[in-house]
């Protein structure tokens, strides 16, 4: 419905519009950062609802390009008010509840990659001579994206996870009405001179929670240092690493937002979330959350929750100061659209996909057009995207290079190939085939050795035809045919036996798939039928022996730095070790109890200030992760206390180490003890550093077999 207000002349929006257009886009190009503040006071609210806030912090605007002199801002950062709504919703009986949380467990690693794009939008249209001449419209915005590894380096007693985040790739595009002015890739060979591209292989450690959350922002030093300096690259490095930056990049809202413990499919939930769009006022949206369903995937249990946003006016007291109180947006017809999903790995606790998509555009059409003529309109739109994206992950075995071979594989659904006359099939022998026959599913496991003519529709064939072999296998007791096919194919026993996924070929076929998938390792098929060169002197084997030692020097270097400076030393206590305790522990009399009851009457409590000294390390079936200690116990006066059992969870916390001092006393110690074994074999090979470098990304490039 078109308002009185609206029939104001479509020249004072233009003129409103142009007079921001021509300070530089300021409120146009400001880049959406999320940050969950401290919680506050809880406002009146009908039960069961809670309310939570986050700060709403505001920046300088972008400056417009003058001179070559004086060069534009990139467009910064807005940061935007949340309040989280959980809502209670009926419980389905029939079906099984879920806990919808990440899961850490230390040295696994996983690759991520992250984008977000913020973008603002001013366009006229219509006859273009009804335009005025001094309007120019365009778009303002910028589109960042990183890929990084996060290794876990520790995980506490609630699960929270200290993460080292290692940054691999980064792309920067920041434009200002249609003009570009940074364009970064790291990827780009033209780009290695930019500030930016110094941010690649260093890395920041945080704090996660099982809930999706950023609780502590432990170590930004690495990052921050290269990037001090006053020109727009190095500002926007700057502004990457910001606190909340950062927890944008890692906090997965509907998990944050997600308090109840248990979920069913149907099970919803809501947050509130507040937009600014500047002269256009504050909107507020209720993201409805719901669990749409749980599913089985490559024996994987998989949760996909389904998001839909709705205006609301459900805290709009709270909201009232920045709200749009002019005509201004009453001149406007406005559309929208906000949706999410995440898809969430039950079984690794591993996010696999999320997403969130905010388009609204505002419309103003001229109430008065010129009699037989296209009436003119102003459009206005902003994007907000989010996505976080598993590309990869394992458990990791201390690895130095944490480049994956499955970083460069293309993935496709793989239709039956009908084999042609001149198709060669690769020859192939089977080094292991596992079988599982069980109620849930009938799983079929199959690694093979390819030789002779290899390629890509070779290997495909190949997989095809064995794919074929396998489903029409019969005598399983709770199936008919195996429900779950993967078959890997290797080319060398080495890379098969390192554990690292070193595949050339695989397919897998799960319930969920009408056809067989099938992915190709490119980096090997591009090696095929090349001939071994020499470099720096060495054979293409002696380069992949020292590329074999580099590996397994950079794992020395991490184990022994991690040694010295652990991050809970109670953890990894050896015998002979003495430790004072800081709290009352308990004391158990034995370690494997036949009546576990009995011994917890016996159990005694030593109190703080007592001296233990480890005299046995031992496992638990039931907690192999946590190690338990036989000690002799003497009180602060060196009274003996007698000896017992101590699991060493008790211990946790009681070691009085600052976390951030140890993982910064861990990594320069790393780095120089990887220092230092590199030039020790260099030394021994008659290189320089430099060369030994060409040798390191050459494994990588070449996906030579890693070591055991």
């Known amino acids: 419905m078109v308002t009185a207000s609206k029939t104001l002349s479509l020249t004072v929006i233009l003129v409103f519009c142009l007079s921001l257009l021509l300070a530089g886009c300021g409120e146009l190009a400001k880049e959406p950062t999320e940050a969950v503040a401290e919680p506050q006071e809880e406002p009146p609210a009908r039960q069961p609802i809670r309310v939570e806030e986050a700060i709403e912090a505001e920046v300088e605007p972008v400056q417009p390009v003058e001179t070559e002199v004086a060069p534009a801002q990139i467009p910064t950062v807005e940061m935007e008010a949340e309040e989280t709504v959980v809502t209670e919703t009926e419980i389905e009986e029939q079906a099984p509840a879920v806990e919808l949380a990440l899961k850490f467990s230390p040295d696994d690693t996983a690759t991520y990659k992250v984008i977000t794009e913020a973008e603002r939008s001013v366009k006229m249209e219509g006859p273009s001579e009804q335009r005025p001449a001094a309007f120019k419209g365009g778009r303002t915005g910028s589109r960042v994206e990183m890929t990084f590894s996060q290794r876990i380096k520790k995980v506490d007693d609630k699960g929270n996870a200290i993460a080292e985040i290692k940054i691999q790739q980064l792309k920067y595009l920041a434009t200002v009405t249609d003009k570009t002015i940074l364009n970064f890739d790291s990827s780009r060979q033209g780009d290695s001179n930019n500030p930016l591209s110094k941010l690649i292989g260093l890395s920041y450690t945080i704090e996660l929670t099982p809930q999706g959350d950023v609780s502590k922002i432990i170590d930004v030093n690495e990052v921050l240092a290269v990037v001090k300096g006053t020109s727009q690259a190095h500002m926007t490095g700057a502004r990457l690493f910001e606190q909340s930056a950062i927890k944008q990049r890692h ?135 989010h996505l976080i994206e598993k590309i990869d992950s394992t458990a990791r075995k201390s690895k130095k290079l944490t480049s994956s071979p499955r970083e460069t594989i293309k993935k496709e659904v793989q239709k039956p190939i009908v084999r042609p006359e001149s198709l060669i099939i690769p020859k192939y022998s089977i080094l292991d085939e596992d079988t599982h026959d069980g109620p849930l599913k009938v799983q079929v496991v199959l690694n093979i050795l390819v030789s002779g003519e290899i390629s890509e529709t070779g290997l495909k064939a190949l997989l095809n035809k064995l794919y074929s072999s396998i489903k029409m296998r019969k005598g399983f007791k709770y199936y008919k045919h195996p429900t779950n096919i993967y078959i890997y194919a290797f080319t060398s026993t080495e890379r098969y036996e390192s554990g690292m996924g070193q595949w050339i070929a695989m397919l897998m076929q799960s319930p969920g798939d009408s056809e067989p998938r099938i992915s190709i390792n490119e980096r090997q098929i591009a090696q095929l039928g090349v001939k071994p060169e020499e470099r720096f002197g060495l054979s293409e084997e002696k380069r992949k022996e020292i590329w074999k030692q580099l590996v397994l020097s950079g794992n020395r270097a991490m184990k022994e730095s991690e040694e010295l400076y652990p991050l809970e030393p109670a953890q990894s206590l050896r015998v002979g070790q003495i430790f004072k305790l800081a709290k009352e522990t308990p004391l158990m009399p034995e370690l494997e109890p036949v009546d576990p009851m009995e011994a917890i009457g016996r159990m005694r409590k030593l109190p703080p200030s007592t001296t233990i000294k ?44 600052d976390p951030k001092q140890q993982i910064e006393k861990q990594m320069d110690l790393e780095k120089k003890l990887s220092d230092k074994y590199d030039n020790e074999l260099a030394k021994k090979y008659g290189l320089t550093l430099e060369q030994l470098k060409e040798i390191e990304l050459e494994g990588v490039t070449k996906d030579w077999p890693l070591p055991k």
């Open 614 to 657: 480890v005299l046995k390390v031992a496992m638990k079936k039931q907690t192999p992760w946590y190690p338990w200690y036989f000690i002799e116990a003497e009180s602060s006066s060196r009274i003996s206390l007698g000896k017992g059992w101590i699991n060493s969870i008790a211990l946790i916390r009681q070691s009085q180490i």
């Open 251 to 385: 906090q997965i809202p509907v998990l944050v937002t997600a308090h109840e413990k248990q979920m069913r499919p149907g099970n919803s939930w809501s947050s509130v979330k507040t937009f600014s769009f500047g002269m256009m006022g504050s909107k507020s949206y209720e993201r409805i959350y719901t669990l749409e369903e749980i599913k089985d995937i490559n024996g994987q249990q998989i949760a996909v929750v389904d998001m839909k946003a709705v205006p609301t006016s459900e805290t709009a007291e709270q909201l009232h100061q920045e709200q749009a109180t002019g005509l201004l947006t009453q001149m406007f017809d406005n559309t929208e659209s906000y949706t999410g999903r995440l898809t969430l790995n039950l079984s690794e606790g591993k996010v696999e996909k999320c997403t969130e998509k905010l388009r609204t555009e505002w419309v103003a059409v001229d109430p008065a057009p010129e009699i037989d003529k296209e009436p003119s309109a102003l459009r206005m739109t902003a994007i907000r995207n």
